[in-house]
């Protein structure tokens, strides 16, 4: 049995699509709610609640397809988890802030509340499906149920909502599972681990040179590894919740079976079509220019056996 992942059906896969974007039902809320300033990601200042001149009445971005190349590549690597759409048809009941402006401020508000439960239920939901966390799954199921219940508040509750204390219990079963599954691994892996030194939990890993580093099984929680080179590395079964990949060169490194990765991380990376991903990944991939290898034996993160979170 592999023991990163099992095949529970397609409640699985109906639970991870729901935790997409989908900016066709959204009122355009991170064009809005969402500040940044003049930087390598941006082009220009933007102040939170402020629309991005770029948001047309339609709530769609005129540039969308030119985003990279008009300086606004931190628009690309965004990804909401389907907080904008939950908001918009859900919590808000359809009405933009447009036609009722009174909605604006709670609305804004709400996006970044509202971004962190989705991205805790992509978390769980993965979680979920991991044999080797079989002891927890009854707390990891608890816990889903718990978030998602957040997730449909009213309004007030939700911005009222200590969602750094429910992240924090939500974190310690991440971190539970994390371990079960990679010491399961370890123990079945054939073999010496040549590991780098310096790679753990958030290690400043800022340039480092990992091309074709063991990484298997690392934890590599809220690591930083901008700008880092790991073309060829193998990453198989290691911890990325968290870690920055900003610019890091993934070329021809292998993915499969990682725990806890994004699409936002994946947006923020390099690669090329040597590089091996979970096909949901692969899937979701949109904002890349870069196109990923899927091997016919490589499992699904979305577990068919279906700005950051802080690690």
């Not at 991870?16 to 500040?35: I, K, M, S, W, Y």
């Not at 074709?212 to 990325?240: E, T, V």
């Amino acid at each position: 049995m592999n023991p990163y992942h099992e095949d529970s059906g397609a409640a699985q896969d109906r639970s991870r699509l729901n935790l997409q974007a989908d900016c066709e039902n959204c009122f355009g809320l991170c064009c809005v709610a969402l500040p940044f300033a003049a930087s390598v990601d941006f082009a220009m200042n933007k102040d939170a609640g402020q629309p991005c001149h770029n948001l047309q009445s339609d709530f769609r971005c005129g540039i969308h397809n030119n985003l990279r190349q008009n300086g606004l590549r931190g628009c690309t690597v965004y990804d909401c988890f389907g907080a904008g759409q939950l908001l918009s048809q859900y919590t808000f009941g359809g009405r933009d802030w447009r036609q009722a402006p009174e909605t604006a401020k709670a609305m804004f508000e709400a996006l970044p509340i509202m971004r962190q439960l989705q991205e805790l239920l992509w978390y769980l939901t993965e979680a979920q499906a991991l044999p080797a966390a079989r002891a927890i799954h009854d707390s990891l199921g608890s816990a889903f149920a718990e978030t998602k219940r957040l997730t449909l508040l009213d309004p007030d509750a939700l911005l009222k909502l200590d969602v750094a204390s429910h992240r924090a219990d939500v974190n310690a079963l991440l971190l539970q599972t994390s371990e079960l599954v990679r010491d399961e691994a370890r123990r079945r892996h054939k073999g010496p681990l040549k590991q780098p030194k310096k790679i753990g939990r958030g290690a400043d890993l800022i340039g480092a040179k990992l091309q074709g580093a063991d990484l298997r099984f690392a934890n590599l929680r809220g690591a930083y590894l901008i700008a880092a080179d790991l073309r060829g590395a193998d990453l198989r079964g290691a911890d990325l919740i968290g870690a920055d990949f900003r610019d890091a060169d993934l070329g021809g490194s292998d993915l499969t079976d990682v725990l806890f990765l994004t699409q936002a991380q994946l947006n923020a990376a390099k690669g090329d079509a040597r590089t091996k991903l979970p096909r949901c990944s692969l899937a979701r991939l949109t904002g890349p220019t870069w196109t990923a290898n899927v091997g016919e034996e490589r499992f699904n993160l979305f577990s068919r056996s279906d700005n950051a979170y802080s690690p």
